[in-house]
């Protein structure tokens, strides 16, 4: 099945600085790859997702990266804020249809913006 | 759209007992999905719905696990004879699916002690 690894599992900024996550996959048809927030006691939040068919995408200060033949993928958080501190997950979706049924998630991020 | 609810949102229960919880979706997504958490782990997958069909069932679901999706509203996961590995948070997602995101619930945090 599909293994998704995650680095590093703690990250510390300061306010205002840049904050990458790394992902990598082993399952080559997955083609759908979402990131999650994760606040303390809440649900995870999707924020930002990938296909296959593009490279990058972004939104405001996020924006995700996929090497397809590399099988790695990243999350960049520009200008972090205090708010962005909270647990990021990456995921794939290992199945070839696309259509985000089960997902395999990484172990995680915690991501502390420091004032 | 009130987003994804589950009920309770703590359960500790003594070792040997069933628990059930509840998942009410967003009322227009016809997929539901069940997933476990354990403290600085990423969600595993339990189980995927479509509508009222179960269509996947992971291997962490051992037959002491239940899954239901009556009228393919909402949707009940029971724990039987509850062991203390079973401690953890059970999240509910939904989708509209056709390659939408998931949106999860915040979860039910289960203690066995």
């Known amino acids: 099945g599909e293994n998704v690894e995650q680095h590093p599992s703690t990250l510390s900024v300061q306010e205002g600085d840049s904050a990458v996550i790394k992902c990598t996959y082993s399952?080559?048809?997955?083609?759908?790859f979402p990131w999650y927030k994760q606040e303390l006691g809440k649900g995870p939040q999707l924020i930002i997702d990938?296909?296959?068919?593009?490279g990058e995408k972004k939104d405001q200060r996020i924006a995700v990266t996929l090497n397809k033949t590399a099988k790695h993928f990243s999350l960049h958080i520009t200008e972090t804020q205090p708010e962005d501190s909270a647990v990021y997950f990456c995921?794939?979706?290992?199945?070839?249809?696309?259509?985000?049924?089960?997902?395999?998630f990484g172990s995680g991020t915690q991501l502390t913006v420091l004032p | 759209d009130t987003g994804v609810s589950q009920d309770p949102r703590h359960k500790i229960t003594k070792r040997g007992q069933n628990v059930t919880f509840r998942c009410d979706p967003i009322?227009?997504?016809?997929?539901l999905y069940w997933y476990r958490q354990t403290l600085g782990q990423g969600p595993e997958f339990l189980t995927y719905?479509?509508?009222?069909?179960?269509?996947?069932k992971s291997r962490l679901l051992s037959n002491r696990f239940s899954a239901e999706r009556p009228k393919g509203s909402f949707s009940t996961l029971e724990i039987q004879r509850t062991e203390q590995g079973d401690s953890a948070m059970y999240l509910c997602?939904?989708?509209?699916?056709?390659?939408?995101?998931?949106?999860f619930g915040s979860g039910t945090r289960l203690t066995v002690v």
């Open positions: 009322s227009e997504h016809n997929r």
């Open positions: 995921a794939a979706n290992p199945l070839s249809s696309g259509s985000a049924r089960q997902l395999t």
């Open positions: 997602a939904s989708s509209r699916g056709g390659g939408q995101g998931y949106t």
């Open positions: 719905f479509q509508n009222e069909a179960q269509l996947e």
């Open positions: 399952d080559s048809a997955s083609n759908y």
């Open positions: 990938i296909r296959s068919n593009v």
